[in-house]
């Protein structure tokens, strides 16, 4: 089993920036894929940027530029640099990791993320 625990999300003004931090544990794992989603009220969850163990990254064309995925592979951890951020961008940030061995998915809890103009 995986654990993530998510953390910074919050309230920022529009061309603003957040830094959210997806800390994964739990035991007899090997981190593959690891992202962020977003759900928006009435909307469907939308992939926002993921970094396979390779280290290459993709990203929603909304957010090329001005979005930076990472991770640090000695912490299990992902981060999502957002920076000017805007009202669109509102939403529940979710992080998920693949591992080597399992078949599901993990999710994290998700944090808030609130742009105001």
């Known amino acids: 089993q995986v654990q993530l625990v998510e953390s910074g999300g919050g309230l920022v003004q529009a061309g603003g920036s957040l830094r959210l931090s997806c800390a994964a544990s739990?035991?007899?794992?090997?981190?593959?894929?690891m992202g962020w989603y977003r759900q928006a009220p009435g909307k469907q969850r939308e992939l926002v940027a993921a970094i396979p163990s390779s280290g290459s990254t993709n990203y929603a064309d909304s957010v090329k530029g001005r979005f930076t995925i990472s991770r640090d592979n000695a912490k299990n951890t992902v981060y999502l640099q957002m920076n000017s951020l805007k009202p669109e961008d509102t939403a529940v940030y979710y992080c998920y990791v693949d591992t080597l061995q399992a078949t599901r998915r993990y999710w994290g809890q998700g944090t808030q993320v609130t742009v105001f103009s």
């Open positions: 739990g035991s007899a794992f090997t981190l593959d894929v």
